[in-house]
C-alpha cells in the first residue's frame, strides 16, 4: 500500500471495527494470522509488517515512533479513521507508541509480552548475529535447519518442548502443535527480515523512554514462565500506563497466544469489543 511514510506491507481480512496487530522480532503479517482468524468474525484485521520486515522497507520508521506515525499513514491510506491496536512482544513499544501519539485514533491499546526497550539487555550473540554478513550466514542456516526440523517429526517435538513452559509442555495437544507449526512456517514464508532485526537491537540499545502518555484504556497480558520477555518488561508498561489493566497468565511462555489461545485469545476479543 502507498503512503505517506512510504510502501506499507499490510495483509486485511474480516469486516467491522478494524484492529490493528503488530508483530514482534522478527517477524512480519503473516505471524499473526491466527489472531486475525479469532478476529475476523467481527472485526477488520490489519496485519502489518513493521519497516524491515516483510515488504516494507526499513525506510518507513526506524524508531518506535517513526513506525507509530507509518501506522497512522498506513490506516490513512486504507481510510480507517479509528482502530483498536494489539501489540506483541518486539511490535509493543511501537504499538505504545501509537496510542500515545494517535489518542483520537485509539480505541484500545493492547499489549501482550511487550519487549521494553529500555530495560532487554543484548547480549554477545545477538550483536554478533547483527553483524554484516554475519547475520546473513546464520540466518540462511537456521532457516535451513528449522525446514529440515518440520519434516523431523522427533525433532520437531523436541524443538516444541524446549520453547514451552513445564505447564504448557504437560498440556501439549494436536491443536497446539499444529498453531505453533503454523507460525514457524509464518517466519519461513516471509523475507530474512534482517534490516528489521538490525534496526530493533539498535531501538533497543538507544534507549528510548518506555511509552508517552497514553489515554487509551489499555489491556497488558503477560506469561510467568515468559524466558524471552520476563514479565517485568509487561509490569513495566502497566505501571507507567495509568488505569490499565495487567494481567499475568501463570505458567505460560512467551508464545501463549499459541499455547494458552484458548483462554488468552477470547480474553483479548473480549476487551477489544468492550471498548469500539
Known sequence: MPTAAGPIEAAVVGAGPAVLLVHGTPGSWR????????????????????????????????????????????????????????????????????????????????????????????????????????????TALMRTRRRRTLSDPTALEKLMRSELSPAEADGLDDDMRAAMVRFYRSHLDAPPGLAGFRNDLAQVRAGHRLVGDVTALTLVLHGDADTVVPVEHGRAYADAIAGSTFEVLAGASHGFLLTRSAGATPRLVRFIEEHP
Open 31 to 138: 505471524q499473526l494470522e491466527p489472531l486475525a482468524d479469532a478476529l475476523m468474525a467481527g472485526h477488520t484485521a490489519v496485519l502489518v509488517s513493521r519497516p524491515g520486515y516483510g515488504a516494507t522497507p526499513l525506510g518507513a520508521g526506524r524508531t518506535p515512533d517513526d513506525q507509530a506515525d507509518a501506522y497512522a499513514a498506513l490506516l490513512d491510506a486504507m481510510a480507517f479513521d479509528r482502530v483498536a491496536v494489539v501489540g506483541v512482544s518486539g511490535g509493543g513499544p511501537s504499538a505504545a507508541a501509537f496510542a500515545a501519539r494517535h489518542p483520537d485514533r485509539t480505541a484500545a491499546l493492547v499489549l501482550c509480552c511487550p519487549l521494553a526497550v529500555d530495560r532487554f539487555p543484548v547480549g554477545l550473540a545477538m550483536r554478533v548475529a547483527a553483524l554484516p554478513g554475519v547475520g546473513e550466514m546464520l
